[in-house]
């Protein structure tokens, strides 16, 4: 135990990194690395000992033992399992995960029954992969397992469509260019070539979200309007660059306005100018409409001219 | 080595983790429970107590030391035996969140909201305090004490449809406005929580945003009570067809609405919602991203074309 005398007097030397127990400081290192992290190996987890600056030093496999016996007497469930012969540590549940309330477990459960209600299995297993990592909640094992068992989702697909629907998450994960064959919103049909990212669903509608390798730009596709698609043998690159979208708020809503994630702010006095970063256009305009004439896209001019474009397509039908 | 055998300092330090992590402790508190553990059974000295306690700050956690304005209790602000969340896992949330959007009742949302916010204070990554900011700025906004207290003062008034007297901040450098409204339900949009009411001010229905209303009494004026009562029964019905979309991918716009497949084009769709509030629908029509023509009332379809018109304008330079 390194430990610097520390004698009597009023207040403690804080803060001075000599003036800890380091074998439990070790220890409890130890714990955090792995309610951080999922897996650690023997060597991955002293390593990570050896690297920190307190510690710089490796301990034996005893040692390492002990340690973790010791956070199972507290309460740890550690498992080892094995992943290509090598033993890795992976923290189960311990007593400083999250907790969550009553009231809280009943809002994630209704969340996910939702979920479930919709076609992308893949995301609602994710999700429920990550609150298991990241908090304990109570009946939680038996509340998934019922979930997934059911045989039947409520999720209103045909199976042609649910057949559809699977072969664009397959092109997804399979990385390479797609030709598509789509019908815009003026009903023309257009061929794209385009290196598809993932299938999302927003307001009910499944869509393809794909990046343009000729403009960099990020665009979705309703599934419904892919006329024909076949893959190309060409690798996808993903080389998207984002763009910054300058935006003015005017009057009440200059005022009121909170920004969205990756947006700044310039307050101008007679209007706020607002900047934001992103690699998609067609939904933050889709957001800028319902602003009315308090928001006005200033750049770059094919932002500015969608916009009108769109302003234009609803004022012919409304 | 034996078997069982275990690390005695490291375990009393996670046993005084634990216990500060539910409740802040005075240092004879601390002692009073290592005596009563049948694994420690012993008291420590103040000494070891703060080398315990710097050892945990080394480790990364925030701990209050004692004071008279603690009444001399140790506090755990925060540790960091939590989870970090990567940036994949941060997408996640934020696209399953979006996925959810609109579809949650207003109790699981508040309590989402209230989840969230626990997580992030609490996530080990190094930019934990700006985390909720990035990826959640309405939400980082977003006062969820004062909106629970606010919802519970609220809900019997809107359920024995009392006239109430509001004192609403619209801007925060103003002084609040005086309303008389009679409260009708709260709920939820975009992720803010709003009194839906109807006011002697607006004849549409109002939408408050709760964290504004800085506060507010029940009122006893019986004509006012009776016209505003009155009105609460009357709804606008609007009619729209939705432009080339088919009735399985249609979000429904409001609470009360029919939709069925246009007679005349089953490529389109009819949909009508009864209303006290056609600001909101014309809101929810613009940002809905579909194409549509509003066939009832008329007064609905002239105010979409004239703020259409208006923004028009500002492109036509």
């Known amino acids: 135990m390194i430990w610097s005398g520390l004698t009597k007097r009023e207040e403690p030397l804080e803060d001075k990194p000599y003036n800890l127990n380091i074998s439990a400081f070790r220890l409890l290192y130890l714990y955090k690395l792995l309610s951080q992290k999922t897996f650690g190996s023997y060597a991955d987890l002293n390593r990570a000992l050896t690297e920190h600056p307190l510690i710089a030093r490796s301990v034996s496999q005893e040692t390492l033992t002990k340690y973790l016996n010791t956070l199972r007497m507290l309460g740890c469930q550690i498992e080892k399992r094995d992943y290509d012969g090598k033993p890795l540590f992976h923290l189960e549940t311990h007593p400083c995960k999250m907790h969550v309330s009553e009231e809280e477990r009943l809002a994630l459960f209704n969340a996910i029954s939702h979920l479930m209600q919709q076609p992308l299995l893949t995301r609602v297993k994710q999700w429920v992969y990550l609150l298991q990592k990241i908090c304990d909640i109570p009946d939680w094992e038996n509340f998934v397992e019922g979930l997934f068992q059911q045989t039947e989702f409520h999720h209103g697909l045909l199976p042609e469509e649910l057949q559809r629907l699977e072969c664009f998450e397959k092109y997804c994960q399979e990385g390479q260019l797609l030709e598509i064959r789509y019908i815009d919103n003026n009903q023309d049909l257009l061929t794209r070539h385009i290196e598809p990212k993932e299938v999302i669903l927003s ?24 006329q024909s698609h076949r893959q190309l043998p060409n690798r996808i ?22 920004p969205y994630p990756g947006e700044t702010l310039l307050d101008k006095g ?6 934001h970063v992103t690699d998609e256009l067609q ?11 308090l928001c006005e896209v200033i750049s770059p001019p094919n932002a500015r001219k969608e916009m009108s474009q769109l302003i234009t397509q609803l004022l012919e039908t409304v | 080595m034996k078997q069982g055998s275990f690390n005695q300092t490291a375990y009393r330090i996670f046993l005084l983790i634990q216990w500060l992590k539910e409740a802040a402790l005075t240092y004879p508190q601390i002692n009073e429970r290592f005596l009563r553990h049948e694994k420690v059974k012993r008291a420590v000295s103040q000494d070891t107590l703060w080398l315990y306690i710097n050892t945990l700050k080394q480790l990364g956690c925030e701990i209050s030391r004692p004071s008279p304005s603690n009444q001399f209790t140790y506090r755990l602000k925060y540790h960091p035996f939590q989870v970090f969340l990567s940036d994949s896992d941060l997408q996640l949330m934020v696209g399953t969140l ?7 009742d207003d109790m699981t949302y508040f309590y989402l909201c209230q989840w969230l916010k626990r997580l992030f204070e609490n996530v080990s990554n190094s930019n934990r305090g700006s985390l909720l900011v990035d990826y959640f700025p309405k939400l980082a906004n977003l006062n969820l004490n004062r909106i629970e207290q606010i919802v519970c003062e609220l809900q019997p008034y809107c359920e024995a449809e009392t006239l109430l007297q509001i004192y609403y901040r619209n801007d925060p450098g103003q002084e609040p406005q005086e309303m008389v409204v009679l409260p009708k339900n709260i709920f939820h949009y975009q992720g803010q929580f709003y009194l839906n009411a109807l006011s002697t001010r607006h004849s549409d229905g109002s939408m408050l945003r709760l964290d504004k209303i800085t506060d507010l009494h029940p009122l006893e004026d019986e004509g006012v009570l009776k016209e505003l009562r009155d009105r609460k029964h009357q709804k606008t019905l609007v009619q729209v067809q939705i432009l080339n979309c088919q009735l399985r991918h249609y979000t ?12 005349d084009n089953p490529a389109h769709l009819l949909v009508q919602i009864q209303t006290e509030n056609p600001f909101l629908v014309k809101q929810k029509l613009l940002a809905s991203g579909y194409l549509f023509k509003v066939l009832a009332p008329k007064t609905l379809q002239t105010q979409l074309q004239s703020t259409l018109e208006e923004m028009k304008a500002l492109y036509s330079v």
Do not use: H
């Open chain 2, 252 to 263: 429904p716009l409001a609470d009360e609405e029919m939709v069925t497949p246009d007679p």
């Open chain 1, 270 to 275: 007679e209007f706020l100018l607002v900047k």
């Open chain 1, 237 to 258: 690159r993903s080389q998207v660059v984002k763009s910054t979208i300058t935006f003015k708020l005017y009057d009440k809503m200059a005022k009121q306005y909170i």
């Open chain 1, 283 to 293: 939904p933050l305009l889709q957001r800028l409409l319902k602003y009315g004439p």
């Open chain 1, 203 to 226: 307001k009910r509608r499944l869509f393809l979200m794909g990046y343009d390798p000729k403009f960099s730009t990020k665009m979705r596709f309703e599934l419904d309007k892919i």
């Open chain 2, 98 to 104: 979006n996925q959810l959007d609109g579809q949650l």
